[in-house]
């Protein structure tokens, strides 16, 4: 390739010869017809020839090489872009005149590269720095699963050097599960004779046209043991305020009948308000045991059981269970997903009972309807009520703003429809008074 390069450069610089040479025989033609024909001497003849014919040699020659040495400038300038050597730069560069403009944009050509490398070789190095230093592994593979690339973190997870643990397969280095489990989510791990939770992030890029798959791991143990302790602490404040209101009562009551009980003589009404007092006390109890009874059924709901659910007889179904007052269900489309239908049952019915609630003491109505909408199916309840005046605690667990309320209505609802992978919002209407409970839930593919 270099030979026929070369080859083929020498004929451009013969011909550029050629053609220079073949310019002047016009002139040298005429020079020496006057030359030999006038009256000369000899000698003077023959030395006119020799100037004449050194200058048109000489003229030749530098006319090539004004076309040729502009011509080897740029490709040098252009094999030296090419090698990535961005320093060098032509003389010259004159823009008044055509070559001149060419040799000026070669150069800021070769300084817009260079600058460009610069920046590329600084981003990759401020890369390569946050990768080293945050404390996230970050691992990459190729298309068989091999890994090449690793961070000073990763290492550290995987309890080995990189040299050790570049080239091998994920499945070798204990990273196998973060492949087959859902991307983002939790995995945990044995890694280095350490188990712990980590959260799994998988991308994909490719590099030198080969796909690879870039893997991040963030270690969630200790957020995940904060957030549950976090949690236990809350429901012990629930819990510890709850006790605390029915066993305050409960204890004044029983200092209050030991000390009627001591009495002697007893006061003539004593049977009475040894009644009364035993009364409150068993009602304490009894809402004591409703509470653990309920808080039992919110933290045992079990796993749904999925199954063919008929969306419009499952509505209908819920609606006519509310005998206070009549609820209106809009038609919607033939749907059918895959849900468990008891625990679905109890959601809806938790919706329909709260919306009826709202609107007891008021001519307004309930409506219940549905739609299908991006592969998702909308149920919303909506009711003529007052609304809600605080829809930020709705979800929390025995908050409740009925008198007779065990706060665990709606929660258990949420859950429920969390486990069908879906979501329970509730809003006050914008449009009018009342509010809407809204139920989305995905539509199995048949």
Known sequence: MASERRRKSLKHERRVLWLALLTGVPGLVLAFALLWTGDFAPRTQWTLTTVVVVVWLGLAATLREHVIRPLQTISNMLGALRERDFSMRARGSNPADALGLLLLELNGLGEDLRAQRLG?????ALLRRVMEEIDVAVFAFDGSQALRLVN???????????????????????????????????VELELAGVRGRWEVRRGTFRQEGLPHELLVLADVSRTLSREERQAW?????????????????????????AELVRRDPPPPDWKK?????????????????????AYARLARLPVPRLEPLSVVEWVRRVAALETRRAVVVCPGPEVTIQADGAQLDQLLINLVRNAVDAILESDAHVEVSWAARNGRLEV??????PGV??????????FTTKAEGSGIGLVLSRQIAEAHGGTLTLAN????????ARLSLPIASS
């Open 233 to 257: 602490q809350r429901l012990i404040r629930v819990l510890g305020h709850e006790l605390n209101n029915s066993l305050a009562p409960i204890r004044s009551l029983a200092q209050s009948l």
């Open 120 to 124: 590329a070789l600084e981003a990759t």
């Open 273 to 293: 308000d040894l009644d009364n007092g035993l009364g409150v006390i068993g009602s304490r109890a009894e809402s004591l045991s409703r509470l653990m009874a």
């Open 380 to 385: 919303w309840v909506r009711d003529g009520g």
């Open 429 to 436: 209407l914008d449009d009018r008074r009342g509010c809407e």
């Open 389 to 398: 005046a605080d829809t930020g605690n709705l979800f929390v667990p025995f």
């Open 152 to 186: 000073r973190a990763g290492a550290a997870l995987l309890g080995r050097p990189r040299e050790q643990a570049l080239g091998r397969g994920a499945a070798d280095l204990g990273l196998g599960p973060c492949f087959t489990a859902d991307a983002p989510g939790v």
